[in-house]
């Protein structure tokens, strides 16, 4: 983190630190070491913030656990009329999944469908997948789900979902499926898995 102070102080001393594109890649750097109290104080000295200044704030403060003020900062995006795009909805999802935000989640959902700004990828899917299923919405979480193609980790959110809520036999079936998708598992999956085990006895 040094280094990186370090090399603020070498652009402002350079006269090339007023930019926005330098401004924004020091957010991203300072976020990225978790130093999120000097990424806001760059942040905050923007004047024309882009959507990669917000988008990184966001995920920087999900990261370390402070989904409100994740959630506080995807609204005032949203006043100040700026549009956010894949990257920046997975982040938000992911603080809702992490506080337990259901009705926020839902709320995101249906502003990427309402808008059909944003594509809803793969990580995208697989974000409300894990969002619903820690919120306590399994079956909608399993309509998230029902997507033609999955990689390890939309698997692996589905398998774990299930077995929060001791949905055991439909845990070990989405196990066989991927199994059968030929995916590859990771340890994640084994997580799920071993806990619907756990369950069946």
């Given at each position: 983190?040094?280094?990186?102070?370090?090399?603020?102080?070498?652009?402002?001393?350079?006269?090339?630190?007023?930019?926005?594109?330098?401004?924004?890649?020091?957010?991203?750097?300072?976020?990225?070491?978790?130093?999120?109290?000097l990424?806001?104080?760059?942040?905050?000295?923007?004047?024309?913030?882009?959507?990669?200044?917000?988008?990184?704030?966001?995920?920087?403060?999900?990261?370390?656990?402070l989904?409100?003020?994740?959630?506080?900062?995807?609204?005032?995006?949203?006043?100040?009329?700026?549009?956010?795009?894949?990257?920046?909805m997975?982040?938000?999802?992911?603080?809702?999944?992490?506080?337990?935000?259901?009705?926020?989640?839902?709320?995101?959902?249906?502003?990427?469908?309402?808008?059909?700004?944003?594509?809803?990828?793969?990580?995208?899917?697989?974000?409300?997948?894990?969002?619903?299923?820690?919120?306590?919405?399994?079956?909608?979480?399993?309509?998230?789900?029902?997507?033609?193609?999955?990689d390890?980790?939309?698997?692996?959110?589905?398998?774990?979902?299930?077995?929060?809520?001791?949905?055991?036999?439909?845990?070990?079936?989405?196990?066989?499926?991927?199994?059968?998708?030929?995916?590859?598992p990771?340890?994640?999956?084994?997580?799920?898995?071993?806990?619907?085990?756990?369950?069946?006895?």
């Amino acid at each position: 983190m040094e280094e990186g102070r370090q090399v603020r102080a070498t652009v402002l001393k350079s006269g090339f630190g007023s930019g926005p594109s330098v401004e924004t890649a020091l957010v991203n750097l300072y976020a990225k070491c978790e130093d999120i109290v000097l990424a806001r104080k760059v942040f905050d000295e923007i004047t024309d913030r882009n959507l990669a200044a917000w988008s990184t704030m966001i995920s920087g403060h999900a990261k370390i656990g402070l989904v409100n003020e994740a959630l506080s900062l995807f609204g005032d995006m949203q006043i100040v009329g700026v549009v956010p795009d894949e990257v920046t909805m997975v982040s938000v999802i992911s603080a809702c999944a992490a506080s337990g935000a259901l009705d926020t989640g839902k709320w995101v959902q249906a502003y990427i469908i309402k808008k059909q700004l944003i594509e809803t990828d793969l990580k995208l899917s697989t974000a409300l997948i894990n969002m619903y299923a820690k919120c306590g919405w399994i079956e909608r979480a399993k309509e998230v789900d029902a997507m033609p193609v999955k990689d390890t980790k939309a698997w692996s959110s589905m398998i774990v979902g299930l077995a929060i809520h001791g949905l055991a036999e439909d845990d070990l079936e989405e196990f066989s499926r991927m199994e059968k998708a030929k995916v590859e598992p990771n340890h994640v999956t084994f997580i799920g898995v071993l806990s619907a085990c756990t369950i069946v006895g």
